[in-house]
């Protein structure tokens, strides 16, 4: 009988790192080709459309996991996603390239939940406020990684498939290598707000989408602004142990990944508004500033203080 990876005292063991690399490459396959859609005049049709299918999706999460094997979860939506991004290339209208970033929102939103689950369901227990912490870190590096080699290699007014595309292939083969320990299904209903949203973690989401929309007024609007998602990045690991730590038993999953939609969607809002006053010919960095200067007192002033009060870990 195979053993089952809860039983690997190591958090390195190879499922999990095999779950990394899938989710840094999800990330970099996403963001190497929305960013740059949003900035070559896209960016209502793109971001409002793939924040829109994340959301839509979200309250189906936890049956689906239950119903079906979690690994299919992660890959088929995945293998969506990259399907979507060589859609991309043949959209010449509006309203097509919203259809696939619905489309895409969707997948993306699916296939970060079940990568999320995966990646507890693979480790120890004693290890799995840290793997939440390596898993969103990577994940989000990834995303940083995707987002700079897309805006950089790609012209403003053209999408460029293979960097998108291959990551997403090596993505997917990664997800497909990893053996997920069998779970019996408990009967979940099809809606619900399990892996979707941490109702006692709303606020701090809050505080992250406040500053994630900083950064991404900055990501677009102006020459080298892709750096400022390397501080959500470098922020992740500790932004999600808060989101870890204010769940109770089996939660984990879900305040991931209430933290992670809260991000993305703070971040894709904010670069629509940051290409939107771009192009009226207004600089949006003092704007920027003064938000994430806002999402850092409120942090210090208000979020803290929640958080030491409504911890359970």
């Avoid at 970099?28 to 459309?49: E, N, W």
């Avoid at 689950?117 to 793997?131: F, K, Y």
């Avoid at 006053?277 to 999402?295: E, K, Q, T």
């Amino acid at each position: 009988m195979r053993k089952s990876n809860i039983d690997n005292e190591s958090l390195r063991n190879r499922n999990f790192v095999l779950a990394c690399v899938a989710s840094f490459l999800l990330y970099a396959s996403v963001y190497a080709v929305v960013l740059p859609l949003m900035r070559s005049g896209l960016a209502g049709d793109i971001g409002h459309y793939f924040v829109l299918g994340s959301i839509a999706v979200g309250p189906f999460h936890a049956w689906l996991a239950d119903k079906f094997r979690r690994k299919h979860v992660w890959v088929y939506p995945f293998i969506g996603v990259l399907l979507v991004s060589v859609a991309y290339a043949y959209a010449t209208t509006p309203h097509q390239f919203s259809a696939l970033a619905l489309a895409q929102g969707v997948c993306f939103g699916l296939a970060t939940s079940a990568g999320i689950t995966v990646s507890i369901d693979v480790v120890h227990t004693g290890h799995r406020t840290e793997a939440n912490m390596v898993y969103t870190f990577v994940g989000r590096l990834g995303m940083t990684v995707g987002a700079m080699v897309g805006l950089w290699l790609m012209p403003i007014s053209t999408y460029h498939w293979f960097v998108p595309v291959a990551a997403g292939c090596l993505g997917v083969l990664a997800a497909s290598w990893i053996y997920v320990p069998f779970r019996a299904p408990i009967g979940l209903p099809v809606v619900s707000t399990d892996r979707y949203v941490l109702g006692r973690a709303v606020l701090p989401a809050c505080n992250v989408l406040l500053l994630a929309f900083a950064c991404g007024l900055l990501a677009l609007s102006m020459p080298g602004g892709a750096t400022s998602l390397f501080l959500l990045a470098a922020l992740a690991p500790w932004l999600v142990r808060m989101f870890v730590k204010l769940s109770h038993h089996c939660q984990r999953a879900t305040g991931n990944m209430t933290f992670n939609l809260f991000l993305d969607a703070g971040l894709l809002y904010g670069a629509m508004m940051g290409v939107g006053l771009a192009g009226r010919g207004m600089f949006p960095g003092w704007v920027a500033l003064s938000l994430a200067a806002l999402s850092v007192l409120m942090f210090v002033g208000i979020t803290r203080v929640y958080y030491r009060k409504k911890r359970v870990r």
